[in-house]
């Protein structure tokens, strides 16, 4: 049976010590949650930078490469005859494959950062928490997963009283 | 966290630049007379002079107004991460004065430069009749001394409140300055695109460009941004500033060169689009000129060297925090900018292609020389950072999260 501890902090910088705590310990599969996001806590973590950039060039490649080869084939296939201009005339085609490979990169940044949060999640054990609601206003959690290696709870709840924290509480994940 | 203070002795005031003051002055001087003897030697290159000497002047002065750009735009936002980065445009600035001086060779050379200053041939020209009560000598000149005064008066006012606050600390002069920025900006942002127009836009008189302005403009902030970020990498060679402006400025001053330089693109290519689409012919002579012979390439540089390179390499955050690295695109920008200049400004003369001419590096290498000579003179009397600005602690805790 899976298990998370979570433990409540009163303010960001106590939460970003735990999460250094932590990190120091060689804890690495626990997550921290705020209302805002906090300066200095991908360091404090240990987090790689984001991969959201490569999602994102990968997406306005194709977003540039669709739009002009669509306008291309568009003008070649009905071709119409525009201020004099040749069929192929690509100075026209840049203001639309601009305009796609923007709007391609907006979807791949929005579905892209999804998909790395893994959202949408409609069931996760932490949500059982009442405390666990003043996370969208004014509290300052951390929780660990018994996936983690080396997890005890014992050894984890001493652990995080040292670091000051304000409550702790054993989630139980029966599904 | 630790807050960071201003420790050291290495930006007061000492005459630290002494030794390269002289060799600039020394090499500009040779270099200058070097192009004056080929000027004078050959009578055949002294027209093509005048556009080589044009050339390098608007370099030049789009640098310094760009500096004025710089500091309006840090005050008119107040910015807090930029006081550590701030000294240094604002001696650039200083400059404006010396650009004046540089001024009097085309004033010489008008005739030389700009069609419309042959009256025989604008009395048969229909087109330049008609705008002949803006394009005629006289108001020429006074409009260029009305430039000058504006932008010295702007450039003298920011830099004095800046050097008087390193003394008192007082901060109601930061408060002042930000007051002033706006209607200096406005001035400012009129005087660079009747400038742009009158000295650049005004040697092809037939031809006209509502955007022009705004991409002289575009070159200059770029430029502008570029030497502050050479400039420092400089200091920091020197073993100044080196833990005060650090990773966390050039890597800012990197994601501003690399706006601008997207900005300059955009609006080159609007002026291109708009010219291309509509197909009026006073406005297409311009490209027509520009896509003859070896121009061709020239243009094609442009759009590669000069929009390409840039954007796709200088686009990652770990490229603009590598200072080498950074120092090697932020000169390739600059080289860039001077080849759209010349792409400018050269075909008016020499319409058949790329002539490049000995005159061309000699005078280039000289104003340089000449301009950083006056820059280090000035920096050598100011401290190398604005030491009391009351958000001084904000840049030096500067961090990019």
Redesign the interface.
Same mark, same amino acid.
């Given at each position: 049976m899976n298990e998370i501890l979570l433990a409540e902090f009163e303010n960001p910088n106590k939460l970003l010590k735990a999460a250094e705590k932590l990190s120091d310990c060689g804890y690495s599969s626990y997550d921290v949650y705020s209302p805002f996001p906090i300066? &200095?806590m991908?360091d404090a973590m240990k987090l790689k930078h984001s991969k959201l950039g490569w999602i994102v060039l990968c997406g306005c490649s194709l977003g540039l490469l669709l739009g002009f080869l669509m306008q291309t084939f568009m003008s070649l296939d009905y071709p119409l005859i525009i201020? &004099?201009k040749p069929f192929f005339s690509y +100075?026209?085609f840049? +203001?639309v494959t601009f305009e796609i490979m923007v709007l391609f990169s907006a979807f791949s940044t929005v579905f892209g950062m999804f998909a790395l949060n893994k959202l949408p999640q409609h069931y996760n054990p932490i949500f059982k928490s009442d405390y666990f609601r003043k996370a969208t206003c004014h509290g300052f959690f951390l929780g660990i997963d018994s996936n983690e290696n080396g997890y005890d709870r014992e050894k984890l709840r001493n652990l995080l009283s040292e670091i000051d924290a304000k409550h702790i509480e054993v989630i139980e994940d029966d599904v | 966290m630790k807050q960071k203070q201003l420790v050291g002795n290495d930006i007061e005031i000492s005459d630290k630049f002494s030794s390269i003051i002289r060799k600039l002055f020394i090499v500009g001087g040779i270099f200058s007379a070097i192009s004056f003897i080929i000027f004078f030697s050959d009578s055949h290159v002294s027209h093509y002079f005048y556009f080589s000497y044009l050339t390098t002047y608007m370099f030049f002065l789009t640098l310094t107004l760009g500096a004025i750009f710089i500091v309006l735009l840090q005050h008119i936002t107040c910015a807090g991460w930029s006081v550590v980065v701030r000294r240094v445009p604002e001696v650039l600035m200083k400059n404006i004065p010396l650009m004046f001086i540089l001024f009097i060779p085309i004033v010489f050379g008008m005739h030389d430069l700009y069609h419309w200053t042959h009256l025989d041939a604008v009395a048969e020209d229909h087109l330049l009749q008609v705008k002949r009560p803006w394009l005629n000598q006289f108001f020429f000149f006074i409009r260029i001394v009305f430039y000058f005064f504006i932008w010295s008066w702007i450039s003298k006012n920011f830099f004095k409140r800046s050097i008087l606050q390193d003394e008192t600390g007082d901060h109601q002069i930061t408060l002042d300055m930000e007051r002033s920025s706006s209607y200096s900006m406005i001035l400012f942002a009129l005087t660079i695109t009747f400038a742009a127009i009158d000295l650049v836009m005004s040697l092809t008189p037939h031809w006209y460009s509502t955007i022009f302005g705004v991409y002289i403009f575009s070159g200059s902030v770029l430029i502008a941004y570029c030497f502050t970020s050479l400039l420092y990498m400089y200091l920091r060679k020197k073993n100044y500033l080196k833990d005060i402006v650090t990773v966390e400025h050039y890597h800012d001053l990197g994601k501003l060169i690399y706006g601008f330089n997207i900005f300059w693109s955009y609006i080159a290519f609007c002026q291109f689009f708009l010219i291309w689409y509509a197909s009026v012919p006073e406005e297409t002579e311009f490209y027509l000129k520009h896509f003859e012979g070896s121009w061709t390439y020239v243009t094609i540089l442009l759009c590669v060297g000069h929009f390409g390179i840039p954007f796709i390499f200088f686009i990652s955050r770990w490229l603009k925090r590598n200072l080498k690295y950074h120092a090697c695109m932020v000169i390739w920008i600059c080289f860039m900018h001077f080849v759209d200049l010349y792409w400018i400004i050269i075909p008016t003369v020499a319409p058949n292609g790329i002539d490049i001419h000995f005159v061309d590096i000699t005078l280039f290498v000289g104003i340089a020389c000449l301009y950083l000579g006056v820059f280090f003179k000035n920096l050598n009397k100011v401290c190398l950072i604005p030491k009391k600005d009351p958000r001084l602690s904000e840049s030096l805790n500067f961090i990019n999260y």
């Open positions: 300066h &200095g991908d201020s &004099g +100075p026209a840049i +203001p | -």
